[in-house]
Each structure stands twice: as C-alpha cells, then as structure tokens.
C-alpha cells in the first residue's frame, strides 16, 4: 500500500508495506534494555480461585498482568508533563502521529569526562530541511543498545543549546537512542527536558521526546515518514513504537 503526500511543495509517496521499526523489544528478565535503576519489565498471571492465567501451567489461556516503569524499561514517548507540576497526559498532548523526519548520525563530544551531543557536532550535520522530527543516532552504532544497562553509566545526553537549535529548525519530536536528552546526576536541572518544552515559561503541549530507539547502521541518513504510536496512557508516558518508511519522490 502506498499514500501520497505533499512536502515542502513536492508530491511525495511511501510504501506503507516497507515499515522500518526503530523500537527496543519488551522484554522480561535481564539481558534487556535499561535505565535509571528502573525494576525490570515482568509479567505474571491472574489468579482467581481454580483459574490460572497460563497456559504454561495449566490454564485455559494466556490473562497477564504486566508490570514495567516505561521510562526506564525500553522504547518510549514522554510529554511535557515528565518535567511539568501541572498535569499533562502523553494521551491528550500527542494528537498527530504522522510526520517527515530526518535520521542523522552524531559522535558525541567529550567534555569534562562526560560524552556530550553539542551544538556543532549537530550543526556539522544537520542544517534544517523542513523535517518535523528528527532521529539522532549517536556513533559508534552497534546492536548492544538493545540490551545495555545504563544505570550509574553517566551515558551520553545533549546539551540545551543543541536543543534550542533544533528548535529553531522548527523540531517538533525529538527521537533517539540514548536513556535522557539530559545528564544521567544533574541535580534535578533537567536542562535539555526543560529547554525543549519551554518549561516552565511558556509550556509547548505539543511536543514530544522519544527515548531508547535504536537505528540499525544499514538505516541511511536521511528524511523519512515517521508514524509514533503509542498506547492511550493518560500519563507523562507510554511506551511507544516509532516506524520510518522511505520517501520517494513522484
């Protein structure tokens, strides 16, 4: 299946048959994906009485209860009210879930032993096209970030003048690989969170940051159609399922 669209003044197509799913897997157990001392993803039946929710251990089908920390256990879309007093819900501030998007691929920069995203090492790739979102995929790539805990590792972020950059290239939702935009230990500064949503100022609802995706290395740089998809939580957060498609030109 294909649609069609319009982008900056140019009939463009993607084939929805070709989806590019940049999502972590959830997980049960250890060897997955995780953060910020978050307990792991886990999932047990429901009990009532003779009725067993498994069928591994001799019920008539699978009733689960799931339980996870969506911030820390994979893949995830946060609003503004990750940061925010006042309530926010991921559910009620992402109306949209179709949007261009560019991938870029950044080597962060070293600075007083932390690994930083820094305002050149984006402008050296990444000038503007028009794109709503942007995918940052920070280098070297490998698939280890489908499995690596982060927790206490000071793993790399993004500085908030970056950030404000973005946003002046009209950056909606942000996408990327890493556990937070923001220093692992800052001391509650939450520099970047704060920087992208104009919070506590003037608060921009509409925005959303997506964290722990992982691009495949064979994922060309470049602007593609991303649909964010996530369940209807009216909570800071879901977890989230974010696929690229190729755009070509009609």
């Given at each position: 299946m294909k649609i069609f669209f319009e982008h900056q003044g140019k009939n463009k197509s993607a084939d929805l048959s070709r989806p590019i799913d940049i999502s972590i897997p959830?997980?049960?157990g250890e060897g997955t994906v995780n953060c910020f001392y978050a307990p792991l993803m886990?999932?047990?039946p429901v009990v009532a009485g003779d009725f067993v929710g498994s069928t591994?251990?001799?019920g008539p089908l699978n009733f689960l209860n799931v339980r996870l920390n969506p911030h820390g256990n994979g893949t995830h879309t946060e609003c503004v009210g990750h940061i925010a007093k006042e309530k926010y819900t991921i559910n009620k501030c992402?109306?949209?879930?179709w949007f261009t998007a560019e991938v870029i691929s950044v080597f962060p920069e070293r600075m007083e032993g932390d690994k930083v995203i820094t305002l050149d090492r984006i402008k050296d790739v990444f000038e503007g096209n028009g794109a709503e979102a942007i995918i940052i995929r920070t280098l070297?790539?490998?698939d280890l970030k489908l499995k690596t805990d982060y927790s206490g590792s000071n793993p790399t972020y993004v500085s908030p003048d970056a950030i404000q950059y973005l946003l002046n290239q009209g950056i909606e939702h942000l996408l990327i690989d890493l556990p937070s935009v923001d220093r692992e230990e800052d001391g509650g500064a939450l520099a970047s969170h704060k920087a992208f949503w104009n919070y506590p100022e003037k608060p921009q609802s509409?925005?959303?940051i997506t964290e722990l995706v992982y691009v495949p290395t064979a994922i060309k740089d470049g602007t593609y159609l991303l649909n964010i998809q996530i369940a209807s939580f009216e909570i800071d957060v879901s977890p989230s399922k974010p696929v690229l498609y190729r755009i070509h030109e009609d």
């Open positions: 959830l997980e049960e886990e999932t047990f591994a251990q001799g992402l109306t949209k879930f070297p790539n490998d509409h925005r959303t």
